[in-house]
């Protein structure tokens, strides 16, 4: 069990740029989730994968994000023209199964907006 | 919609002191409910479960029980340690398995 690996762990850009993120989750696992994380609060669920099928999205989601699994592996998280308040950790998680199994957290990609 | 509310931090001890963190939460259904600890620069890591009403989950010390009546999780530790300065966080997953809910967050900090 290698765990949850993100790429990259730190991602500094300049407003209106785009960006990817990648998430290969432990090998097992079929569900896949994506999350925002700002500073002093919880993770905020963006999506969620079950194999390669995106299954649920937030509201928070907007237009400019998309997230793929094309695979029913490794999964990105794409952000187009970046907002000074897209600034946040973005965490990627896995589980197994489909009743109530914990989600495993990757060490997140931290993205700053210039 | 589903929701999850903790006790404000920052939260400050003594070492070997008692520590409880309050969650309480809002969800239709039978949530599962999940405490857990980010330490600084590292990710979420899972502190213990519990799937349905009167269950304790438990480890490295710590506890929660499942109160349906009350609807809370809060977590406790008998004797805290200055390695157990962390942020912790109270999630609820609902009884689909799909929506996961966190609390903010409640950052303890443990003094020598």
């Known amino acids: 069990d290698t765990g949850v690996s993100q790429n990259p762990r730190h991602k500094i850009t300049k407003r209106g740029q785009n960006v990817t993120f990648r998430c290969d989750p432990i090998?097992?696992?079929?569900?896949l989730y994506w999350y925002r994380q700002t500073l002093g609060q919880g993770p905020e669920f963006l999506t969620y994968?079950?194999?390669?099928?995106?299954?649920?999205k937030s509201r928070l989601l907007s237009d400019r994000f998309s997230a793929e699994r094309p695979k029913g592996s490794f999964s990105t998280l794409e952000i187009q023209r970046t907002e000074q308040g897209d600034s946040a950790m973005y965490l990627c998680?896995?589980?197994f199964g489909t009743g109530n199994q914990p989600q495993h957290f990757g060490d997140g990609t931290r993205l700053s907006i210039l | 919609g589903d929701s999850v509310t903790q006790m404000e931090g920052p939260v400050t001890l003594s070492e070997e002191a008692f520590l409880t963190i309050n969650c309480t939460y809002t969800?239709?259904?039978?949530?599962?409910l999940f405490w857990y600890v980010q330490y600084p620069g590292e990710g979420l890591q899972l502190l213990l479960k519990?799937?349905?009403?009167?269950d304790k989950g438990s480890n490295k010390g710590f506890e929660a029980t499942y109160r349906k009546e009350t609807t809370s999780f809060h977590l406790e530790k008998g004797s805290v340690q200055v390695s157990d300065s962390a942020v912790y966080f109270c999630?609820?997953?609902?009884?689909?398995?799909?929506?996961?809910?966190f609390g903010p967050g409640t950052r303890l900090s443990v003094l020598p």
């Open positions: 090998s097992e696992h079929n569900r």
């Open positions: 994968f079950q194999n390669e099928a995106q299954l649920e």
């Open positions: 519990a799937t349905k009403a009167d």
């Open positions: 969800a239709t259904g039978y949530p599962s």
């Open positions: 999630a609820l997953l609902d009884n689909y398995g799909q929506n996961f809910v």
């Open positions: 998680a896995s589980s």
